[in-house]
């Protein structure tokens, strides 16, 4: 990432000359966090305190830079990552043909429009095609596309559609039920208000029966 340092330690982007127009240079999602220097990232925050009217020399402050840029490693950890990759070899060849669902999978998230969390349950169902996956695994592909920034409705797109490629199943259902702190914390302040989003793919989407059964059992209460 190139920049320049002022005397507060303020993050200005170079700007570069392409096709006769003034560019900002780029940085790609995730970057800071494969190169391991978070010195830039922890700049921009000493500069938000600033912003906000506070003194990041104080003692309550002094290491909130870096703990909030390796929070954020953490909490984007997701573009560092693929479906692929976090499923492996946990594919095994199998003749079995009825649904298979992880319920109440748990899933943190962070709003892109206003950088702040979202959370809530996921359901993940699938009809196998000649192949399982571990079950472990479908909550990791979860985290994959959950830590990044996202909207609701994206997400389960996600999920639903690397499960397509990845297993190439009969059918792929996602349902995600979710309370956001954009709309709890600011805006219009409903604390009770609950976001579902539903994904479907394959059976799950051509067959009502199908569709039916996956959602009355991912809404149904736990049996235990």
Same mark, same amino acid.
């Given at each position: 990432?190139?920049?320049?340092?002022? #005397?507060?330690?303020?993050?200005?982007?170079?700007?570069?000359?392409?096709?006769?127009?003034?560019?900002?240079?780029?940085?790609?999602?995730?970057?800071?966090?494969?190169?391991?220097?978070?010195?830039?990232?922890?700049?921009?925050?000493?500069? *938000?305190?600033?912003?906000?009217?506070?003194?990041?020399?104080?003692?309550?402050?002094?290491?909130?830079?870096?703990?909030?840029?390796?929070?954020?490693?953490?909490?984007?950890?997701?573009?560092?990552?693929?479906?692929?990759?976090?499923?492996?070899?946990?594919?095994? =060849?199998?003749?079995?043909?009825?649904?298979?669902?992880?319920?109440?999978?748990?899933?943190?998230?962070?709003?892109?429009?206003?950088?702040?969390?979202? &959370?809530?349950?996921?359901?993940?169902?699938?009809?196998?095609?000649?192949?399982?996956?571990?079950?472990?695994?479908?909550?990791?592909?979860?985290?994959? &596309?959950?830590?990044?920034? =996202?909207? *609701?409705?994206?997400?389960?797109? *996600?999920?639903?559609?690397?499960?397509?490629?990845?297993? =190439?199943?009969? %059918?792929?259902?996602?349902?995600?039920?979710?309370?956001?702190?954009?709309?709890?914390?600011? %805006?219009?302040?409903?604390?009770?208000?609950?976001?579902?989003?539903?994904?479907?793919?394959?059976? &799950?989407?051509?067959? #009502?029966?199908?569709?039916?059964?996956?959602?009355?059992?991912?809404?149904?209460?736990?049996?235990?």
């Amino acid at each position: 990432m190139s920049t320049t340092k002022g #005397s507060k330690d303020v993050i200005r982007p170079v700007s570069a000359v392409v096709s006769g127009r003034a560019a900002v240079n780029v940085v790609e999602p995730g970057d800071f966090a494969v190169e391991g220097d978070l010195s830039n990232y922890e700049a921009m925050v000493r500069r *938000q305190l600033e912003l906000l009217g506070e003194d990041p020399a104080r003692d309550g402050l002094l290491k909130t830079p870096s703990r909030v840029a390796k929070a954020m490693m953490w909490l984007t950890r997701g573009y560092n990552q693929t479906a692929a990759e976090v499923i492996g070899d946990a594919l095994f =060849q199998e003749s079995h043909e009825n649904m298979v669902m992880v319920r109440d999978i748990e899933m943190y998230s962070m709003c892109e429009h206003h950088m702040l969390p979202f &959370f809530g349950k996921v359901h993940v169902a699938y009809i196998p095609n000649g192949k399982i996956v571990g079950l472990s695994k479908l909550p990791r592909v979860v985290d994959v &596309f959950a830590r990044r920034l =996202q909207v *609701q409705e994206r997400l389960g797109e *996600q999920i639903a559609d690397a499960l397509e490629e990845t297993l =190439q199943p009969k %059918g792929v259902g996602v349902v995600i039920e979710a309370v956001h702190l954009c709309m709890m914390m600011r %805006g219009v302040e409903k604390q009770s208000s609950r976001t579902i989003t539903s994904s479907m793919r394959g059976l &799950f989407r051509d067959d #009502s029966k199908t569709r039916s059964e996956f959602l009355r059992l991912a809404h149904s209460p736990t049996a235990y």
